[in-house]
């Protein structure tokens, strides 16, 4: 059976940070591509960041050269760091991969940016 277990958000002030973790458990997880996505109230669902098992990194463009996508394969445990915080990106932050045929979610981490 495949899961995520995401963690690590919270409330952090503009300017602040965070680390998110997710935990994947049945899945090979060093084959597959993990991505981070978030969803703000009344928002759609949009992709945050990706990094393939080679490593290669995406962002999209809010993230980029705020937020830093990173994997430890031993642990089975991808990350996202956010740095320099906005209010706007106040939003439940889920993990995902495709696998076996199918797209796996975990259960989400709320992060609220507010001072």
């Known amino acids: 059976q495949v899961r995520l277990a995401e963690s690590g958000g919270g409330l952090a002030q503009p300017g602040g940070s965070l680390r998110l973790s997710c935990k994947a458990i049945?899945?090979?997880?060093?084959?597959?591509?993990m991505k981070w996505y978030r969803q703000a109230p009344g928002s759609e669902r949009e992709v945050v960041a990706s990094i393939a098992s080679s490593g290669a990194t995406n962002y999209a463009d809010f993230a980029q050269g705020r937020f830093i996508i990173s994997r430890d394969n031993p642990r089975r445990t991808v990350f996202l760091q956010l740095n320099d915080l906005k209010p706007e990106d106040t939003a439940v932050y889920y993990c995902n991969v495709d696998a076996r045929g199918r797209s796996f979610w975990g259960q989400g981490t709320q992060v609220t940016v507010s001072s």
């Open positions: 049945g899945i090979n997880f060093s084959i597959y591509t």
